[in-house]
């Protein structure tokens, strides 16, 4: 009787032990269901702004060119049909991402403002039109943005834990098991995105103008297993939980901050100061230094004084190292460059960072960092002079 009885109240305790873990898991589930639609209730799913990290930064680009481009002409934008050049977009592949992206380059160029302005390209709805006796003007771009996503690489990386731990107790009909093990995997894939810029003019690639940038998307799962058994029969549960970065969305930032880099680059203005913790770009840089180097003394002076007077400095612009202007460099250098001790404002190294740390309204700090990058090798002349 007793051999009998002891393996009933293994099998009983058994099925209470199940029955209570079954029981904790269903009411964690549902627990968690039940906030999760209570999160989307408070939210009732309403649309919100499609903003990528890089959005606001286009929108702080807009205004640095309000400041370093002040009384120069518009630049008009167009673009050709920017496609996904991996054929990872097919259908018969998944279509894993999209295979055309150029609304996503249009919606980014328009967020600058008012001095990048985007030129639509519809010739057959122009036709169209036209055919019903509509009029209208032409606006020639002076920039073609070409370009295409060139890379999307599955699992460059990745990593894995798994942890198991069992228990084993009891022989024959008695003999019970236990046993659980979690699992975590993180796999990492990549999406590049390519864009070059092209003079309308000459339709020629304007020389080192272009923005090749990359983001690393993240695949996370986890897996935990519980299980007990006897009688050679078992009982368990498991849960799983998968975390997946949305590739449009990462398309979207690669396309903000791309842009954002072309026409920083094509209109020679320290763009990196619109992204927070932003490195200087030495073609920038170089740009600029070629292009301040080649001007007369005259002409450096005239674009010395314009400078000043974006610091807020009541200059006028005489072309003459003046009272007025001696006195603004010396407060200007004092409060804002002091470590850098006595500068010849009439060479690069001097006006440098006079040009590159004109104030801007979304800083906070007192003194705009030196970008200190002017040494960058292999640069192409200036296509544009920011400033004059």
């Known amino acids: 009787m007793m051999t009998k009885r002891t393996p009933l109240r293994w099998g009983a305790l058994a099925l209470a032990v ?38 606001l ?6 205004r640095m060119l309000d400041i370093y481009k002040e009384g120069d002409p518009v630049i008009y934008m167009q673009t050709r049909s920017i496609l996904d050049a991996t054929n990872l977009s097919s259908p018969l592949v998944g279509a894993e991402i999209p295979g055309d ?9 328009n967020r600058i403002g008012a001095r990048v302005v985007y030129v639509p390209y519809h010739p057959d709805y122009l036709v169209s039109q036209a055919q019903l006796g509509a009029k209208f003007g032409v606006t020639m771009p002076d920039f073609l943005i070409t370009g295409a996503l060139t890379e999307f690489d599955r699992a460059i990386a990745g990593a894995g834990r798994v942890n198991s731990a069992g228990i084993e107790f009891g022989g024959g009909n008695g003999k019970v098991t236990m046993g659980g093990d979690t699992k975590r995997t993180a796999i990492y894939s990549a999406l590049a995105l390519d864009l070059n810029l092209v003079s309308f003019s000459t339709q020629q690639m304007v020389p080192q103008v272009q923005a090749s940038n990359v983001v690393k998307v993240l695949n996370f799962s986890s897996e935990d297993n519980a299980s007990l058994g006897f009688y050679g029969d078992a009982f368990g549960f498991k849960l799983e939980g998968k ?15 791309s842009v954002l880099e072309l ?24 740009n600029m230094r070629a292009a301040y180097t080649s001007l007369s003394p005259e002409l450096k002076l005239g674009l010395i004084q314009v400078t000043l007077r974006k610091y807020g400095e009541p200059v006028q612009v005489t072309q003459q190292l003046d009272d007025p202007t001696r006195q603004a460099l010396e407060r200007v250098y004092t409060q804002r460059f002091a470590s850098l001790g006595t500068v010849d404002v009439m060479t690069w190294q001097g006006f440098e960072p006079l040009f590159f740390g004109v104030p801007m ?25 920011a400033g004059t």
């Open 101 to 109: 992206i150029t609304e996503m380059v249009r919606t980014a160029v």
């Open 243 to 257: 975390y997946l970065q949305g590739r449009h969305s990462a398309i979207r930032t690669l396309v903000d901050l």
């Open 57 to 62: 930064a286009l929108g702080r680009f807009g």
């Open 18 to 55: 199940a029955a209570l873990a079954g029981c904790a898991t269903t009411e964690n589930a549902l627990k968690d269901a039940n906030t999760l639609m209570q999160e989307r209730e408070a939210d009732k799913l309403l649309p919100v702004t499609n903003l990528s990290p890089y959005a």
């Open 263 to 286: 026409v920083g680059k094509a209109t020679n203005t320290p763009y990196w100061r619109c992204i927070p913790n932003g490195t200087p770009d030495p073609v920038v840089v170089e």
């Open 361 to 385: 309204a979304w800083e906070t700090a007192q003194a705009p960092a030196v970008s200190g990058g002017s040494t960058a090798p292999n640069a192409a002349p200036a296509h544009k002079k």
